[in-house]
Every structure is written in C-alpha cells, then in structure tokens.
C-alpha cells in the first residue's frame, strides 16, 4: 500500500508541475504542453485525492469550495486601509512629484521602486499561520467584501506558504492585483461566444465579473491571475527595508509580481515609462500606466501621508488609447434648452475596451478648429477612458468628395431659424416656444411659480399629457379642458384633480405683462430683466417690433440680451404660439405711466436678514421705483440695504465707498416715495 508520506509528495510534485505550466498559459502566454497533457496531470491528482482524501492539500487546484452559490458577500473592515494613489499624466507632472519628494527629504540619496499599473482589482489576502484565510475586495479603501471562496480558485495564487527555511510569518497580509491575462480573456471571450452567452468588453471587465461571482464554481473556470504589490502587515516583523526586496522575499513564498525595476532617478523611471509604451501591446496582461514608488521604508514614512494618498507613491498613466476610423456622417441634436450639438456618426471601432460608433463634435467652432469633414479619417480617444472625443483629422487620407459642415440655418426638430449672437458659442434653435426638444423645459418654465403660476401642473402630469398627445406646446395648456375625459384616465387623476387643474389653467389667465415676457423663456430674460422690458414698453406690441437699439436702452439689457429678444420674436413659429395664447384669453391690466420712477436704472443691493420683511419684498419695493436688484456688490452698486449680519457684501461696500443705509433708513425711504404706509 502507498504510504501516504509517498502520496503527499506526488500530490506536491503534481501541484507544482501544474502550476508552473498555469504560469506559462496564463501569465507569459507561452504553453509549454498541449491542453491535453494539461488534462491528463490534472485527473492524475484528482485520481490520487479520490483515493487517498486524507492527503488532500490545501493549495490544491482541484480544490472544490463554495459548492452552493452565496447569496451575498459579507463586509469585512480593513486593518490597514487600501489607500489611493495620485496620478500624473506626463513628464512634467512626473518631475513635479519627485521634487516634492526631494524637497521632503533633503540631502538623501533617494530610488525608486517602478511597477506596471495592471488594469485589474485590488485585493487583500490574510495568511495565519501561512494558510490562507480570507481574501477581500479593495472596496471603498476601508470596507470590503469577503471573496475568499472565490480567490481561493486563482491557480498562480499560494493558498499555503512554504519557504525554503521552513519558516513562514504567523500573520502576513499581501496586497497584490487580480486581473485576467489577454490570452485567457481571448479563450473566455470565444467560448462565450461559442455557447451564444454575452462576451466580455476587455480583461478587466470579466475579472471583475469572475471574481464577483456568487458561485465559486463558475469563478474556478475563469483564467484569473494574482500579483503582488506590497505587504500590509507581517507578523512578526521581516525587517525588510524597502519594497524592492519585500517584493522579491514574496517571490520566495510562491507569489508572482510579475516585473518591477529599482531605479536611481526619476529621469531613469521616465526612461522606464516610455519604454513600456512601446512595450505594452506585447505584454502579456493589460496595464495602464506604471506605479513609482519611493523605495525606501523609512523613507516612506517620513514621507507620509497627504488626504488618503500616500506621498511616496504616483499612478504615471497612459494617455488615453486612441483608434483611427472614419466620419460617415454628421447629425445636429437639439437640447431641452434649446442648443444645438453636432454629433458625428463613426465607423464603429473599439477604443479603451468599447466600441465607439458617437462622439460629440460641442460646436460648430470645435468643426472648425479641427477641420472636420464627412468622410475624414479621425483619430477617436477616450478622455479619462471614459468620454470618447475626435483628437485629430487625417487630411493626408481625405477623400475627393469629404464634404464641408455648415451650421444649419434651420432647427432640425422645428424649422425654427438657428442663431448664434457674435461672441457666443453654442447655436440654439429660436423656437423655444413651439420646437418639440425643448417643449419639456418651455412648459416646466412657463408654468412655474415666477411665470404663470399654475398650481398642479408638474412634470409628472406634463409627461402623461405628453404621452397622451395633448401638449403640443404651451398654448396647448389652454385647451386642456377640452380634453376632461382622456385627463380622467391619468393614474391618479380623479375629478376633484382634473377640476383644480382646469380652475388653476383658468386663474393664470389674468397676470401681468411682466409676468407673462418672463413666462415666454426668452434667452437672457430673467424676472428683473422682464420687469425693466414691461416697464420699458408697456405694452407687448410695443416689445414685438422693439429693433436691437431700442432694447439696449432698457435697464439690465446688453447687446447679447437684446440679439435674443429680436431672434424669439422674429421666429414665426414663436409668434404663432404667441398668437394662440393671447387667443385663449391670457390678458393683463393696461399700462399705467408710473408717476414717478425715482430709482430708474439705478442698482440696489439687499444683504442680510431685515426683520420686517424678507428680501423678496423689499426687492419688489425697489423694483416698482424702477431699480434694478443686484445680488453682488460692484463700482455701479447705487446702494446697499444692510440688515443684520450682512457679511461681505457690507465690507465691500465700504471699500469701495458705496452709499449704506440700514433697514430703518430702507423703510423710511420707501414711506417718502409712498411705498409704504406712513
């Protein structure tokens, strides 16, 4: 009969033969047997653990844990937290994190430790005793959760530690990454394929997928691989001085850490990174960037800490991954407020692991700038790796027939004309009253508590009217009672509801001219601009044929302001909604020639807390003597009301040597010119 001292070192002898050709398949993508001579190694350790599961080890690849799925990980708290590192994205941000370094540790002789930045998760794995006993997820830096089942299925991870010493640490808490090799992720991907199941977008995406499976099991089957990084804690203490060597003393218990690189400046760490620029297609496992790191312990905790980052450590990334593809086409969208975007349609292409067929060009000046025609050759990047962006045009590879892009003269969701005052940037469609992008915002805005105030009308009602196709724009709103029936089959639209909508549409019909030009959504018309504009023309025929001129005489209105006012009312699908509103019965008082204006074009400021009245009213006082109400202090400031802890604005004031009155002063003034009650 075997003696099992004889079967535990053929298990030994198998365990390892299998792991070395793990390494070789998944980490340096160069199999050294055929899948079947795999096989046949692995059933003969099976055959013996059949046999003889007395002898079973602990780091065994046949190890079968977590045979009934989890329903949930639990919570573990860190010990040491998994920090953050800072990241630099050039050369000069680079130097400017070792002259810190150096700035903190004058007159040392200072190296670094150089590492690849895997493109995987960050894990934290106990050891007690040298068996390994939990494995946790990186989570928010303090809390993560417990994987150990699933970690204990990655096959070039140690499950228990040996050393050719024959001593092993009695706690040690490895930091390391788990990631999925590209010739793994390449095998995955086809078999996922192959039985008709979605595919993964690129290796991170499926270890994180794997490694976060409630079943064990199926995390067993994935092609993971596990590197270290550092050591959290080790008990009792390795007296190990710098990361270099503690990277290399884990080599000697059985983890990989795949290639790290001591150098003597940060010039020969830049060497380092631009190197494995070139170098990074060809590697086995995917980077994105390289990790610097001070090499020195000691120095380390000179160093320290700054926020939850350490200051002897920086993430030099990659720039973004960039691929060429072709411009099929340009389209124009237009936004709830009313700006148009062009958006340019791609050859589909797979930038930073997804595939890009939209990017956004902002503007027709960004079309311009980058010379961006309809069947260009573009190349794509992903800012951040996550928004895709054109970096640059190929003209070199230009067709004959690559056409030119004009910003449209019309909106093409409602015709309405397109503007751009001299000076701005975005073009938006004029016909904020009628065009259907912006209808969501022009009723949100025409209904509000400022504009027509009509109680009752939010934007869950606005959308189930929409989806009834009962609001067409806002004029719409003054037919809804036509349609009582089909309001009744609303969700929670009973009569009593239907009726206060309809009371509360009827109400808002009688309101004020300025009211109702704020209302409207005039780009650059805000409640104290409508104001100055009702109190400036006094009639709304008067503001309709108002030319730029005329407009720029009001208080509050600059030249932009005045370019709007003229586009929205020069816009005929803007004058039809118009039209049909004043048809539906919306009407004010006639204007009546104020008497005075004593306070015509002059700004106030209303800062702190007036125990008579609130701002808004004593803003309305001023504003019906025909000042304009600021909300910060500048040189053309008139004056400022100052009611308690008035705070900076009052500082301000003083400084700049502007008239103060206090809330007693306010209230008397506002007697004199008969606001107020003597």
């Known amino acids: 009969m075997t003696q099992p001292s004889t079967v535990v070192a053929q298990m030994r002898q198998l365990i390892q033969i299998l792991a070395q050709h793990n390494h070789a398949y998944y980490v340096m993508d160069q199999p050294t047997i055929a899948d079947s001579e795999y096989d046949q190694l692995f059933h003969q350790l099976i055959a013996l653990e059949q046999q003889y599961p007395e002898c079973i080890q602990a780091d065994t690849p046949t190890n079968k844990v977590g045979d009934k799925a989890l329903t949930k990980f639990e919570s573990v708290t860190h010990a040491v937290p998994m920090l953050s590192l800072g990241n630099v994205f050039n050369q000069e941000e680079l130097f400017a994190f070792a002259r810190r370094v150096e700035e903190r540790l004058p007159n ?69 990454e788990v990631l999925m090799p590209k010739a793994g992720f390449n095998k995955l991907n086809k078999h996922l394929k192959k039985i008709g199941e979605k595919e993964f977008a690129n290796p991170r995406n499926a270890a994180a997928g794997s490694l976060r499976q409630l079943d064990s099991q199926i995390t067993k089957t994935r092609p993971l691989a596990f590197y270290a990084y550092g050591i959290a804690q080790c008990e009792p203490e390795n007296k190990i001085e710098t990361i270099a060597k503690s990277l290399d003393w884990l080599t000697e218990f059985g983890f990989e850490n795949y290639n ?118 573009v190349s794509v990047y992903r800012s951040g790796d996550v928004i895709p962006k054109v970096e640059k045009v190929w003209p070199e590879f230009r067709p004959v027939d690559a056409t030119e892009v004009e910003l449209p003269s019309q909106c093409p969701v409602c015709e309405s004309p397109v503007v751009m005052p001299e000076g701005e940037a975005l073009a938006r469609c004029s016909g904020g009253l009628y065009c259907a992008a912006q209808r969501i915002e022009a009723i949100r805005h ?133 039209d049909r509103l004043l048809a539906a019965g919306i ?30 009213e004593a803003t309305q006082l001023l504003q019906a003597l025909g000042a304009r109400v600021s909300g910060s202090v500048s040189s053309k400031t008139k004056c400022v009301v100052a009611g308690e802890k008035a705070g900076s604005k009052l500082d301000k004031a003083e400084k700049l040597g502007i008239a103060v009155i206090n809330e007693a002063e306010f209230i008397q003034l506002m007697k004199d010119y008969g606001q107020l009650a003597v």
């Open 108 to 176: 040392q002789t200072i190296q670094y430790d150089v590492e690849l930045k895997f493109d995987g998760l960050a894990i934290s794995l106990w050891y007690e005793q040298g068996v390994l006993v939990r494995g946790v997820t990186r989570g928010d830096g303090e809390t993560g959760e417990n994987i150990t089942q699933n970690v204990k299925t990655i096959r070039n991870l140690p499950k228990v530690l040996n050393h050719a010493s024959g001593v092993v640490p009695e706690l040690l808490e490895v930091r390391g």
């Open 260 to 377: 790290h690189w001591v150098v003597n400046s940060i010039e020969e760490a830049q060497a380092k990174y631009e190197q494995l620029t070139v170098e990074r297609p060809n590697l086995s496992v995917e980077i994105d960037g390289m990790v610097v790191k001070v090499n020195s312990f000691e120095q380390q905790r000179i160093l320290g800490f700054v926020s939850r980052a350490p200051r002897w450590a920086v993430a030099y990334k990659f720039p973004a991954e960039i691929a060429l593809t072709k411009v099929e086409n340009i389209d124009w969208q237009v936004g709830r407020t009313g700006t148009l975007t062009p958006v340019a349609r791609l050859n589909p292409v797979a930038v930073g692991g997804v595939t890009v067929s939209n990017v956004t060009l902002h503007n027709i000046g960004e079309i311009h700038r980058l010379d961006v025609r309809i069947g260009d050759t």
């Open 446 to 578: 025409f209904v509000s508590r400022k504009a027509l105030d009509i109680e009752g009308l939010g934007d869950r009602w606005v959308e189930s009217l929409l989806h009834l196709d009962l609001l067409k724009d806002v004029a719409d709103i003054y037919h809804l009672h036509e349609h009582r029936e089909k309001l009744l089959t609303i969700e929670k639209m009973g009569e009593k509801s239907v009726q206060n909508l309809i009371d509360s549409i009827e109400n808002s019909k009688k309101t004020t001219l300025a009211a109702f030009i704020y209302a409207l959504g005039i780009r650059g018309v805000g409640e104290t601009t409508a104001r100055m504009l009702a109190n400036t023309f006094q009639t709304l025929d008067a503001l309709r044929v108002a030319d730029i001129d005329a407009l720029k005489k009001t208080p509050d209105v600059g030249d932009i302001t005045a370019e709007w006012i003229v586009d929205f009312f020069q816009a005929p699908h803007n004058l039809e909604v118009l």
């Open 587 to 616: 009407h004010w008082d006639a204007p009546v020639a104020p008497s005075r204006q004593p306070l015509n074009g002059e700004s106030w400021v209303v800062t702190g807390t007036l125990s008579t009245m609130g701002r808004d």
